[in-house]
């Protein structure tokens, strides 16, 4: 028996903001963050996680992440294992903390902290990368780790069950594929506010030459900012290849639909975020008034409640998951399901800290496991931090490759933890000084 | 000159969960607590507030208010008095911040105490009770406390504006009618789930007598337990005496249609958090499948763009306000504004600990400057842990009475912060001893 005697949480912080890195319209001074956690067994076993976050406000979710240490401190790590959906439930159904909620917000982050660390701890112990551990999994136990609660219509066990089953004579065909030609990437690193249309033209054209097939552009700032920096990429890209837009939830409503109407002209792949990511009605209204383009959004939507009102409503053509904004592996196992029942493609957020690291595991599963698809999708990229990670993402040619190292890639390397501990990390107090 | 030169938060937890107080469907053994805020200038002034919480997580709740501590701490507080507009959306929209949300969570009800403890402030400087203050304004300067971003189509200046101006000439007058009137009140007291038939038949009797027009009872873990309370209910009451029912989100929306149907027969004047509170377009179904039985939702409605969706969807007979769940009294503001537009009633959420206290203000507001109505009204009461407080609520009667005590009425005695202090309090280190 293998007992948890060991629980972890620092602040860490990138100060990203010096060079607009990651700056948009709603964000314009990130400091890219993860409430970083560790936890298991002194002896050996140590699960690691995060929670993104952008600066201020990173040591209140560690807070979170404490109040929930004695959910696993003391437990024995076996039975956790065994059943990480039980403990998920548990955490999310604690009537006191839901209280605080429920189903969003910094205590469902902490509690996706857990259960993304106790994740890693199982493909850790089974020598498998997530994805994989997830993608060998039986449909019956698949099925076993989704709460159904509220899916009353949308999603049952039955239908779950049925999903992973369906996947099951074409797994081992898929993680070949999967190795073989890996999983389709696009990037935001050219398209990012603060920078100038010459860096735009040159990142864009480097995107390109590294074989991405899709960018991305942040909007919604400056309208005739908007239009010529999408001339500009256009120019650089050509007719056809897919720009897509982000406007990190800077329009209301109207506003939205006037601003995409002007932007129309240059065909984007997608507009993400319009409004509000509470404003299901709204980007309902968005989708219908702008179809065919497609709205996404996805990467501030709080859980599954949330997941099935967009896709149920046709309020997006695209869902985005992020790996730290829900309550871990088991409610993106249920959002994933819900999007392949209704055929919404999912492009994965990500970016920040940590973010690629951990939610290719989720896309390579979806492909190998739950929807069966990767061509029409893609896995955002950008190009920084990643140095950081133990086990750091492989991108070439465009594309995501799968990792077989054990775990969720998620362990940050112990000296840029305590470099970029904050306050009191040696890169934080030079910087100060 | 006045600088706030004093910020203390404190973590003050009340051991109801001993006696059942307060259990119902999803809540079975809540702790009433506050993460409490006072701050201002050691010197004279000082505001209070809190953020209510049913017991673990508060220490987080309280985390994230010290978060915020740098807004105020150092300023003067007469700029700050003289806008708290303008701090309230420079806190929603702090961007680091916002990443935790937006607008959600433990972080939104943060802000919120710090613009209520402004407002106490702000009250207690003109020695009016909050309610008078507001009551008392121009409509310019009302209109001007909402943040508008996201209500586009729902709700602008002017339509506020014209709200406030319409209400100008009857102010003087309902503040007499209400200061002779009073406001109704309705009773939870006797619905608790833990309760046996004969207490809850007891109770029922007793808010008749204490000239209650409207009780509410917990529904929801069992149906068959809920059909006999409610017949028990019904036969103390009579035929026509409303009774409110309270499911507190535990049904999906398949299982709220067939429980209500169930329950239609005992007439219930609404059904309460049928299922979870950010699905909207669930309410929406079961409103429409219920009809005419009201759906009310709103105690864990997370800010304006929730409730905007909830009023134009129809998925709300009846709105809820709950004084601490968001950003304070100038986001309370725009949901009273949102509602009054489409004529929603507002059935304010209270009990807890201070709740009723806070929210009277709000309701006493509605009523003179917003709505105009509160006869088909009603603030909810529950009767305990008010004599912790410096201003407790008036209720006999059956109605809620203004206080004239300058603020806001969210002062708690310091002897009762000291004593349920957690986990240090001399009433948490006996009752552990």
Same mark, same amino acid.
């Given at each position: 028996?293998?007992?948890?005697?060991?629980?972890?949480?620092?602040?860490?912080?990138?100060?990203?903001?010096?060079?607009?890195?990651?700056?948009?319209?709603?964000?314009?001074?990130?400091?890219?963050?993860?409430?970083?956690?560790?936890?298991?067994?002194?002896?050996?076993?140590?699960?690691?996680?995060?929670? +993104?976050?952008?600066?201020?406000?990173?040591?209140?979710?560690?807070?979170?992440?404490?109040?929930?240490?004695?959910?696993?401190?003391?437990?024995?790590?076996?039975?956790?294992?065994?059943?990480?959906?039980?403990?998920?439930?548990?955490?999310?159904?604690?009537?006191?903390?839901? %209280?605080?909620?429920?189903?969003?917000?910094?205590?469902?982050?902490?509690?996706?902290?857990?259960?993304?660390?106790? %994740?890693?701890?199982?493909?850790?112990?089974?020598?498998?990368?997530?994805?994989?551990?997830?993608?060998?999994?039986?449909?019956?136990?698949?099925?076993?780790?989704?709460?159904?609660?509220?899916?009353?219509?949308?999603?049952?066990?039955?239908?779950?069950?049925?999903?992973?089953?369906?996947?099951?004579?074409?797994?081992?065909?898929?993680?070949?594929?999967?190795?073989?030609?890996?999983?389709?990437?696009?990037?935001?690193?050219?398209?990012?506010?603060?920078?100038?249309?010459?860096?735009?033209?040159?990142?864009?054209?480097?995107?390109?030459?590294?074989?991405?097939?899709?960018?991305?552009?942040?909007?919604?700032?400056?309208?005739?900012?908007?239009?010529?920096?999408?001339?500009?990429?256009?120019?650089?890209?050509?007719?056809? +290849?897919?720009?897509?837009?982000?406007?990190?939830?800077?329009?209301?409503?109207?506003?939205?639909?006037?601003?995409?109407?002007?932007?129309?002209?240059?065909?984007?792949? %997608?507009?993400?975020?319009?409004?509000?990511?509470?404003?299901?009605?709204?980007?309902?209204?968005?989708?219908?008034?702008?179809?065919?383009?497609?709205?996404?959004?996805?990467?501030?939507?709080?859980?599954?409640?949330?997941?099935?009102?967009?896709?149920?409503?046709?309020?997006?053509?695209?869902?985005?998951?992020?790996?730290?904004?829900?309550?871990?592996?088991?409610?993106?196992?249920?959002?994933?399901?819900?999007?392949?029942?209704?055929?919404?493609?999912?492009?994965?957020?990500?970016?920040?800290?940590?973010?690629?690291?951990?939610?290719?595991?989720?896309?390579? +599963?979806?492909?190998?496991?739950?929807?069966?698809?990767?061509?029409?999708?893609?896995?955002?990229?950008?190009?920084?931090?990643?140095?950081?990670?133990?086990?750091?993402?492989?991108?070439?040619?465009?594309?995501? %490759?799968?990792?077989?190292?054990?775990?969720?890639?998620?362990?940050?390397?112990?000296?840029?933890?305590?470099?970029?501990?904050?306050?009191?990390?040696?890169?934080?107090?030079?910087?100060?000084?």
């Amino acid at each position: 028996m293998v007992t948890v005697d060991f629980f972890s949480s620092e602040d860490v912080r990138f100060p990203t903001s010096k060079h607009l890195d990651g700056s948009d319209a709603m964000n314009p001074d990130p400091d890219y963050s993860a409430a970083y956690l560790s936890f298991g067994s002194q002896g050996g076993e140590i699960g690691h996680s995060s929670v +993104f976050t952008i600066g201020r406000g990173n040591d209140v979710q560690v807070a979170a992440i404490n109040s929930l240490s004695h959910f696993v401190l003391g437990k024995n790590l076996d039975n956790l294992l065994d059943d990480i959906g039980d403990l998920y439930k548990k955490m999310v159904f604690d009537s006191q903390l839901r %209280w605080l909620g429920p189903d969003k917000g910094v205590l469902h982050m902490a509690i996706g902290a857990v259960v993304n660390g106790l %994740w890693d701890l199982r493909a850790r112990r089974e020598k498998k990368p997530l994805w994989e551990l997830l993608a060998d999994m039986e449909a019956q136990e698949l099925a076993g780790l989704i709460d159904y609660s509220y899916l009353d219509g949308a999603l049952s066990f039955q239908q779950a069950l049925g999903l992973f089953e369906a996947s099951q004579p074409f797994r081992d065909e898929r993680k070949k594929e999967l190795r073989l030609r890996g999983y389709p990437a696009y990037t935001t690193s050219p398209g990012w506010l603060g920078y100038s249309d010459e860096k735009l033209e040159r990142l864009a054209r480097e995107a390109i030459k590294s074989g991405f097939g899709r960018i991305k552009l942040k909007v919604g700032a400056d309208k005739s900012d908007d239009i010529r920096r999408l001339a500009v990429a256009r120019a650089v890209c050509g007719k056809d +290849f897919p720009i897509a837009v982000d406007a990190n939830q800077r329009w209301g409503v109207r506003e939205a639909i006037d601003w995409i109407s002007e932007l129309a002209k240059f065909n984007p792949d %997608w507009v993400e975020e319009p409004t509000h990511p509470d404003d299901v009605l709204g980007h309902q209204q968005i989708a219908r008034a702008v179809s065919p383009i497609r709205i996404a959004t996805g990467e501030h939507m709080s859980g599954r409640v949330m997941a099935r009102q967009l896709i149920e409503s046709g309020a997006v053509g695209i869902l985005q998951i992020d790996s730290s904004r829900v309550a871990g592996v088991n409610e993106n196992i249920a959002i994933l399901a819900l999007a392949a029942i209704k055929e919404i493609p999912v492009f994965p957020h990500a970016g920040g800290v940590g973010l690629c690291e951990a939610v290719q595991h989720l896309a390579f +599963f979806d492909f190998v496991a739950v929807s069966g698809n990767k061509e029409n999708r893609a896995i955002e990229y950008v190009d920084h931090l990643h140095e950081h990670y133990v086990d750091p993402v492989r991108v070439s040619n465009g594309r995501y %490759w799968p990792t077989d190292v054990p775990g969720s890639s998620q362990e940050m390397k112990k000296e840029s933890r305590i470099d970029f501990g904050f306050p009191d990390g040696p890169k934080w107090v030079d910087s100060n000084a």
